[in-house]
């Protein structure tokens, strides 16, 4: 959480955090959107150790700015055009907007840099820095940094939320689920009132217009059969008639307003599911229960992978545990936190080391699934979790599992 | 375009270019969605000197790597999880992966580096690199990058998507004022069936539906309404009633599901216009016209910033050029490029060094503008612009440009 940051700070000996923007208007620099409650600003947030986060912006944005409630310093005090008349080179410039924006704020010491920005700019920009301000050392986190881990866990504002978007989301699936039992059957697949055949596209459509109603954005979903169900992100093909008794794989991960998402997915079938996809959705509802079952504070996310692998394994699934480049069986890893961010922190990798524990405050998505593409089925069951105040793990996905969707 | 990147390798003596994915599902990294037609996967794309580009994806999205129509590398050719056991740290095991990759597909040199991520992780990463690979000469671009320059100018393809997410973002506008004129006036408000104020919020749901309807994505845009119009950057109040008489700025920058932005602004009063807005209105149409005749392949950027200031100065309004700390007057920039960003190459820079001409192939806008926040009005025209391959300037913004839009 937010408040952690002073401490993890200390731990790592960091006397400064520089988060850079912007986040202009694709929502898609979350450490940033972090401290700026997902205004869409150009600007740069400060952290000195102990002291509250300011953040530097353009007059244009006065008032996204004033929306983020931080404390404000107008980047006028440092004007560009004067430094451009000494400095016209605009990497040298900004070196020296920077010598002064430091010496001002008194940032020194070692100053770790984050944000989502074009990464060999920043390369170039930061090595310049770390040449020309010698009171200064320059820091770059590769793995769990300091906001990330902050990020990590969620405090009942942010959990607050992410509730409210998964209602919202489990309300577009419900629709979706109404919108297509609402089609006539003719032979295997659903037609639509003109006699043509349902197609995946027109349920994208339908699926976007839903979002947008209830204030939500998913620039991009899974709705796939058969055998594009089969390959875990593929996202389905827009010509594809909807047809009875094949794997829908419907995964959906929008965010609202404040920028946070959930993620959500479900397998069914309409009419009916033949045998060999009954039997694997058992099983991947099985080892999803067993893994809720087995949710516990301090236990490493990692245990949790290798569980679900052994899981499968002894009812005769391949998984990457033991074939690492199986397209079979099982696949991927069990989940990952989320938050403003679709893929975040935690992580539960199959492979590497693996101090992650679990803990009050984290939310992240449980989807154990198998595969095959060639037998043109793929079945995933995913739920967001919240791990609340008291250790206990709720879903924040309010939506029933049921393999078959009964049609007219 | 696309074709000139060997060219331009050459001069700036670079070898390989290495673009980091992902692009997840937001679309934020244009300079890899550029190479990869906007699909979503993670992966990395390889551009060795006069060879075509490579993708190194992953086997769960082999359907989404076909798509790119890139030459394919499986990364399973690397198996991660083989790396991890001998480093089990990340860092380092990611930088073993690219000491692979690179010693297997002979990437060596001069290798520059772009994308859009974490900027820390990447900087620690790649200074560990050029540490660790001394046959690798590790190059961050700062300014005007080899793939931005690229980009900068549109093949026939890009220009046609271009054209069409214009006429469908024009119609967006047009449905938008229909909206608006299909409401009853109350005094000085337009109100809804109910009887109550017609809001900004209202209007902002109403845009979200049709750009959805359409195929477009716009996470944020501006439609705000009398002093909020005098601050360039502010998107509107959601409860603000939608009043006669005050100025509207419509600011729209959606894309499609190819990835490219249209972007349009357009002002107009409902009802009537106070004579201090149609003078400034006046001013700001001639200044738009004034720059689209001058417009000419081989001239540079910075002339038509410089040009429209002082057309503005010259009837009295203050701008940027004369005082860059200015909120009243004319505030901002001419224009941007766009194209995979809302905002990219060119520019068209009050300060600093400027050498960028305007040349065949180029897609920009021109949106001068006059804000006064404390008289509670602000105006700008928008349309974009792109040079064809005769040096004609086109408008792609389809749409009138009218002040008052009548109502009932």
Redesign the interface.
């Given at each position: 959480m937010k408040r952690d940051i002073p401490k993890r700070m200390a731990e790592r000996g960091l006397d400064a955090l520089v988060i850079?923007g912007p986040d202009?208007?694709?929502?898609?620099n979350p450490?940033f959107a972090y401290f700026t409650r997902n205004q869409?600003?150009v600007g740069t947030v400060i952290v000195k150790r102990d002291e509250e986060p300011l953040l530097l912006y353009r007059?244009?944005?006065?008032?996204?700015a004033e929306a983020t409630g931080l404390r404000l310093i107008n980047l006028?005090r440092w004007?560009?055009?004067e430094i451009?008349?000494e400095h016209?080179?605009?990497?040298e410039?900004?070196v020296e907007l920077y010598k002064r924006i430091f010496r001002d704020l008194k940032v020194r010491g070692r100053v770790?840099?984050?944000?989502?920005?074009?990464?060999?700019?920043?390369?170039?920009?930061?090595?310049k820095l770390a040449r020309e301000i010698p009171e200064v050392e320059?820091?770059?986190?590769?793995?769990r940094?300091v906001i990330a881990v902050a990020r990590e866990t969620k405090d009942p504002e942010e959990v607050e939320r992410m509730r409210r978007v998964g209602q919202e989301t489990c309300a577009v699936i419900e629709a979706t689920i109404e919108f297509l039992r609402a089609h006539r059957v003719e032979g295997n697949t659903l037609v639509k009132a003109d006699g043509r055949p349902l197609t995946v596209g027109d349920v994208k459509?339908f699926v976007?217009?839903e979002?947008?109603?209830r204030?939500l954005?998913?620039?991009?979903f899974i709705f796939a059969i058969g055998r594009?169900a089969g390959?875990?992100?593929?996202?389905g093909r827009p010509d594809d008639p909807v047809e009875l008794g094949k794997t829908i794989v419907f995964d959906l991960?929008p965010k609202d307003a404040s920028g946070y998402h959930h993620d959500v997915t479900r397998t069914f079938c309409l009419g009916y599911a033949p045998p060999d996809v009954e039997r694997a959705y058992r099983d991947v509802r099985e080892a999803f229960e067993a893994v809720r079952e087995r949710l516990r504070v301090g236990e490493i996310t990692q245990t949790y992978q290798h569980f679900v692998c052994r899981f499968f394994e002894e009812r005769g699934h391949p998984t990457v545990l033991s074939d690492?480049?199986t397209?079979r069986g099982y696949?991927?890893s069990l989940g990952h936190g989320l938050g403003l961010?679709?893929?975040e922190e935690p992580t539960f990798p199959?492979?590497?080391?693996c101090e992650t524990r679990l803990q009050e405050g984290m939310v992240f998505t449980v989807e154990p699934g198998l595969y095959d593409p060639e037998a043109g089925y793929g079945i995933r069951i995913e739920d967001t979790v919240y791990c609340d105040e008291d250790g206990e793990f709720q879903s924040l996905t309010p939506l029933p599992k049921e393999l078959v969707v009964p049609v007219r």
């Open positions: 850079e202009g208007t694709h929502g898609a450490a869409h600003l007059s244009m944005e006065r008032d996204a006028d004007p560009l055009h451009l008349k016209p080179d605009r990497l410039a900004r770790a840099f984050y944000g989502t920005g074009p990464i060999g700019a920043f390369y170039a920009f930061l090595q320059v820091v770059g986190e590769f793995d940094d459509r976007r217009l979002l947008a109603k204030g954005e998913c620039s991009e594009d390959v875990p992100h593929s996202t991960f690492p480049k397209t696949v991927h961010e679709v893929h199959t492979f590497g080391r």
